[in-house]
Each structure stands twice: as structure tokens, then as C-alpha cells.
């Protein structure tokens, strides 16, 4: 018989729901990508770089044209200097950064604190790595941390922290007191800090990215990982990057190198020209999203779900608890078979099922769709 080495994983929420909503023709809102296209210059310049012939392998680490314009980025963003050769590396999507960021610093023994509800990549990586992933449960419907239960959560094993900000599923902003907290206990226990930064640019109510590049001391420690495939409409590109203090990039690219040693070259043209040419794009999107969350929950005010606070990325939490007494699983099922609308629920991000009556919603979708959906709901 073999023996898995991740034992206790199957099929993906996020496929199973997706096949829920093809099976029962349901509307989709339930995997996280956009209904829209990438933007038009962006599909010019790929086309243009392969017909071009730039079709062969990039340098391991990305184009360096495009480590250039990453640099620029965030000193624009966030006024912090980034050496764009030696701490830049173009991954093949925000995933594959996570991992090798992972693999980098995690050891058989280590313990890594997660926060649930958390992306479902983050513990498979840690266990591949001989580690251990240790939970820290936020709960509608702020999602706050309790930084006291994080304290008590560390042991002579942990070796490091991941956070998300803003967090998927729940659409929290990690504010400055949190910040400061996560800076005291990296220094107090010498921790390692991954921050999954993937929705950095799609934040709301003029509340600012507090990205870890603003933290030089918090920083010295940290992976940061962002994703082009969210800034630009693009997931299906798997196109990411890292950014670290250049002794821990040197070890992210060592295991970066036999994963996928370099990531696809005409497209990382056509991400450097994207931000060098039209660089008001990443300005524009928190306000294009708040149009789409706004369309959504100002839709849904008259149905019996409570619409949870969002205050980034392109998600949505609504509280069913006057809706259904199912739990969150089969509330979702019924919700794509019965009556036409796919959701994820949300205790699939837990270590521990959550009893709370949330599901998530995204809304990176045409007006049209988020209103037919929203219309669908306020009948239940």
C-alpha cells in the first residue's frame, strides 16, 4: 500500500464548489479569480514578446527588467529600497513563492503559527517541510488577533509566523498595533515572519497596506510575497515574486531554482512594460474593487444574510444564521444545487471546524453577475 506523504488531503473546496456550480449551472462566486479579461496592454506585450522570439529561459532569479520595476514599485508603495538584483525573485505565482519560502527556513521539529481561517496552502508546505503547523482561530465577525493567544501559542519550536494581509477569506487589514506586536515577538523569539501580501493593492475606505517593507526591523526577518495574477486580472499566468533581506533570498533561490528554476519569460516582459507604461493601474484598483463590494452588499441589505465587514481583497462574508440551520458545508451545497449561487464555506479554513454560519463570496465579477446573484439570495 502506499503511503501518502499528505495523508488527510483530497480534492480542493475551491474545485469541488466550481464543479457544483458547472454541474447545477449555478452563478460562480465562489473560486477566486475575476470574470474580466487582464488589461489589454498586458495581452498586446505577450503577444509581442513571443512572436518576438522571447520564448527560452529567464534568468532563475526573473528578467532583470522586471526586478527593476518590482524595486521601483515598492518604493513608490511603501518608500523602501529594495536592491532589485539580490532580493527580487520572479516565482511562478504567489503559490510557488509560499512554498519555497517555506521550505527555506522551515526544519523537521520546526512549528509554524498560522492564523485559521488560513489559505489552504500554507499547512501541506509546512508538513512537507517536517513541520508543524500550529492554529490560532479568528471568529466573526472582526477576525481580529489576540495577540495574547499568540503569545501562548510559542514554544522553543516555533520557527516562524505566516500572515496574510489582507486576509482571505475574511477581508481583514492588519493594523499598525498588530504590526507592532508581530515586530515584539519576532524579536523576543528570533521568528521568521512570511507575509502573504497577494491583495496588497486592493484595500478599502482609504485604509493603507501596512506591508511588512514599511517595518525595516520586521523586514530583516521576513519573506514578502505578492502576486501579479491578482494586481492584473491574471491568475490563470501563475506570476508572482518574493522579496527578502538578501541572505534569506540566497536560500529561497537555491530551492527556487529545482522547482521551477525560472517562471515564463515573454510574460515577464509584458509585466515590465505593464508597470513601467501603465503604472496608474495599481493606483486604480482598490477603488475599482470598493465599486464591486459596494455593488454587492448594497444589493444584499434587503435579504436575511448579515454582510460581514470587508475591508480588502475581492472576498465577502455573509452570516447565514437567519437563512439556514445547516452547517456551512451543506448550506454551501444546497446553495449551488437548490437555488443557483456557489459559495465556499468557511470552516474548510480551519484546523478545527468553526461553528460559526459564514460563507465567502467573491466578488472580483461583472456588476450584472453580483447583481443576478445578489437578487437570487434576497429570495432565500
Avoid at 498586446?44 to 522586471?66: F, M, W
Wanted: with cysteine; aromatic share 10%.
Amino acid at each position: 500500500m502506499f503511503e501518502s506523504k499528505l495523508p488527510n488531503l483530497g480534492t480542493s473546496i475551491f474545485s469541488q464548489m466550481s464543479a457544483l456550480a458547472n454541474q447545477f449551472s449555478a452563478i460562480n462566486l465562489s473560486q477566486g479569480f475575476p470574470e474580466f479579461d487582464a488589461p489589454e496592454l498586458l495581452k498586446k506585450q505577450l503577444n509581442h514578446y513571443v512572436l518576438e522570439g522571447v520564448n527560452q529561459y529567464s534568468p532563475s532569479s526573473g528578467v532583470p527588467r522586471l526586478q527593476q520595476q518590482i524595486a521601483k514599485l515598492i518604493k513608490r508603495k511603501y518608500n523602501a529600497n529594495i536592491n532589485a538584483n539580490e532580493q527580487v525573485t520572479v516565482t511562478s505565482g504567489a503559490t510557488e513563492a509560499l512554498f519555497v519560502a517555506i521550505q527555506a527556513i522551515v526544519r523537521k521539529g520546526d512549528e509554524v503559527i498560522v492564523f485559521d481561517p488560513a489559505y489552504d496552502s500554507y499547512q501541506p508546505a509546512i508538513e512537507l517541510a517536517g513541520g508543524r503547523s500550529v492554529h490560532v482561530a479568528l471568529h466573526a465577525p472582526d477576525y481580529a488577533i489576540d495577540w495574547s493567544v499568540v503569545t501562548n501559542a510559542i514554544t522553543a519550536n516555533t520557527r516562524a509566523i505566516i500572515i496574510n494581509t489582507p486576509h482571505n477569506p475574511s477581508g481583514k487589514t492588519l493594523k499598525q498595533t498588530d504590526i507592532d506586536k508581530l515586530r515584539s515577538l519576532v524579536a523576543q523569539h528570533d521568528l521568521y515572519v512570511i507575509s502573504d501580501e497577494v491583495y496588497e493593492h486592493i484595500t478599502f475606505d482609504q485604509q493603507p497596506h501596512l506591508s511588512v517593507l514599511r517595518d525595516d526591523a520586521l523586514f530583516a526577518k521576513s519573506f514578502v510575497i505578492s502576486s501579479f495574477g491578482k494586481t492584473f486580472h491574471s491568475t490563470g499566468w501563475k506570476m508572482g515574486y518574493c522579496i527578502a533581506p538578501a541572505e534569506l533570498a540566497v536560500e529561497f533561490r537555491k530551492i527556487h531554482q529545482y522547482v521551477t528554476f525560472s517562471s515564463f519569460t515573454p510574460a515577464q516582459h509584458a509585466l515590465a512594460d505593464m508597470l513601467e507604461q501603465q503604472g496608474e493601474h495599481v493606483d486604480e484598483l482598490s477603488e475599482f474593487y470598493q465599486q464591486k463590494r459596494d455593488v454587492l452588499s448594497n444589493a444584499l441589505k434587503e435579504s436575511r444574510f448579515t454582510v460581514l465587514p470587508s475591508e480588502g481583497t475581492y472576498f465577502l462574508l455573509l452570516d447565514y444564521s437567519d437563512v439556514s440551520e445547516l452547517n456551512d458545508v451543506e448550506f454551501c451545497q444546497w446553495l449551488a444545487e437548490q437555488a443557483g449561487v456557489a459559495a465556499i464555506p468557511l470552516s474548510v479554513f480551519y484546523e478545527k471546524h468553526s461553528n460559526d454560519k459564514v460563507i465567502r463570496l467573491c466578488f472580483a465579477k461583472n456588476e450584472a453577475t453580483l447583481i443576478q446573484a445578489a437578487e437570487i439570495l434576497c429570495q432565500l
